[in-house]
């Protein structure tokens, strides 16, 4: 049963550390999103990648997060250092690009990030 | 930009009734949408998607959308809600250019015994 595996399920830190999320999409997907939703902004998307390059990253406040695909297997976003507005869940999403149009994208179960 | 709207933050609807969760949508060009659902403290799922073809799309667990092109909209049905229907509802729609997806901000669907 082919899924989105994202790392941790919950993390509690503190302000100022560094937090990193790890993602592994779907074996032979080529587009990865990172998606955060809070109760107040909804579903924002942060960044994505299509054959391990980035795509768009406009969503992300560059001063303190970075996304990056190191292989094929693993996506990471990082945040550093946390702020506790970063508070929120953080989704990894894959997808199949192909063509003119992509299917579908399968989510992760999600990163509940708190930081104190 | 491509955009979807989602009027209403919370549908109620007693078991066995049939539902509606309402979306629009704003696009250039020719419109690819979808509907995912958020179980509590679950990732998104996959729902139905309109690509093309039928205007009436059947998708996961007994829900179907219809595609109006005339009044842009692409409600989420079923005809006979269960009381496990109540969860998050997105709708979405495929960005142009790099083929992200656009999220509404969500309908709340909570099905009464």
């Known amino acids: 049963d082919a899924r989105v595996t994202q790392t941790p399920r919950h993390k509690v830190t503190e302000m100022g550390q560094e937090v990193t999320m790890r993602c592994q999409p779907i074996?032979?997907?080529?587009?990865v999103f990172w998606y955060r939703q809070t109760m107040m902004q909804g579903l924002e998307l942060l960044a994505y990648?299509?054959?391990?390059?980035?795509?768009?990253d406009s969503g992300m406040p560059k001063d303190r997060f970075s996304a990056e695909m190191p292989d094929a297997t693993l996506a990471t976003l990082k945040i550093q250092p946390s702020e506790p507005r970063d508070s929120a869940v953080y989704f990894c999403?894959?997808?199949?690009?192909?063509?003119?149009?992509?299917?579908?994208?399968?989510f992760g179960e999600g990163s509940r990030l708190t930081v104190l | 930009a491509q955009s979807v709207a989602q009027p209403e933050d919370q549908v109620n609807v007693a078991e066995g009734n049939p539902l509606t969760v309402k979306c629009t949508y704003s696009?250039?060009?020719?419109?690819?949408l979808f509907w995912y659902v958020q179980y509590p403290n679950r990732g998104l799922q996959f729902l139905l998607k309109?690509?093309?073809?039928?205007?009436l799309v059947k998708g996961s667990y007994g829900f179907e959308a219809e595609f109006n092109k005339s009044q842009t909209s692409f409600h989420l049905k079923k005809p006979s809600a269960l009381v496990s229907d109540s969860a998050l509802y997105f709708c979405?729609?495929?960005?142009?250019?790099?083929?992200?997806?656009?999220f509404g901000t969500g309908t709340r669907l909570l099905v009464s015994p």
């Open positions: 999403a894959s997808g199949l690009y192909r063509g003119g149009a992509t299917g579908e994208l399968f």
């Open positions: 074996l032979g997907h080529n587009t």
């Open positions: 990648f299509r054959n391990r390059a980035p795509l768009d």
């Open positions: 696009v250039s060009g020719n419109p690819y």
């Open positions: 309109y690509i093309t073809g039928d205007n």
């Open positions: 979405a729609v495929r960005d142009t250019g790099f083929q992200k997806l656009v």
